[in-house]
T-cell receptor, first 107, second 114 residues
């Protein structure tokens, strides 16, 4: 059975304090690992797709990396508007989502 | 603007009632999905469809039903057999039938049993 575990559950940062979110996965035949951002009461919004170990993608203050067992979402110098829940999902025939990391960035 | 529209945004259901959640997309995507999200949890797959007139059960299909009569539409019915239906329901679509492309989500329907 495919499993996705995200840590920490919640993360509180000061504005400008960089950190990383973790997504550990167990899956047979990974076809893609996805990161989404979800604001309260809204649907998730796509951020990145990673397909193979060693792959990296960047967008503004966010950088996603992938190994054979986990993915990291690095947040550099975060701003309050980066506050959201970040969801990781793996796809191997069907998508399996983690429970998310809720990030709060204080000014 | 292309996208996915879910309606209504809020829905209240009495015990023993069936209710139907609407999902429409104009992205010309073949694959459509329904997920359930409970507080503090990730998304769990209810049903998915890769083509008109065909759909498959996801991980938590019991108490739910769907139809796919048109490419653009994938309504979800929450039946009285679903014992704990209060949740946030998300519809999504994807261009890639193999699931290797990202999903586009609607804004969700929050269902509450009263």
């Amino acid at each position: 059975e495919d499993q996705v575990t995200q840590s920490p559950e919640a993360l509180r940062l000061q504005e400008g304090e960089s950190s990383s979110l973790n997504c550990s996965y167990t899956v047979s035949g990974l076809r893609g690992l996805f990161w989404y951002r979800q604001d309260p009461g809204k649907g998730p919004e796509f951020l990145f797709t990673l397909y193979s170990a060693g792959e990296e993608k960047e967008k503004e203050r966010l950088k996603a990396t992938l190994t054979k067992k986990e993915s990291f979402l690095h947040i550099t110098a975060p701003k309050p508007e980066d506050s959201a829940t970040y969801l990781c999902a793996v796809h191997a025939g069907k998508s399996t989502f983690g429970d998310g990391t809720t990030l709060t960035v204080k000014p | 603007d292309g996208g996915i529209t879910q309606s209504p945004k809020y829905l209240f259901r009495k015990e023993g009632q069936n209710v139907t959640l609407s999902c429409e997309q104009n992205l010309n995507h073949d694959a459509m999905y329904w997920y359930r999200q409970d507080p503090g949890q990730g998304l769990r797959l209810i049903y998915y469809s890769q083509i008109v007139n065909d759909f498959q059960k996801g991980d938590i299909a019991e108490g739910y039903s769907v139809s796919r009569e048109k490419k653009e539409s994938f309504p979800l019915t929450v039946t009285s057999a679903q014992k704990n239906p209060t949740a946030f329901y998300l519809c999504a679509s994807s261009i890639d039938l193999a699931g290797e492309a990202e999903a586009f989500f609607g804004q969700g329907t929050r269902l509450t049993v009263v």
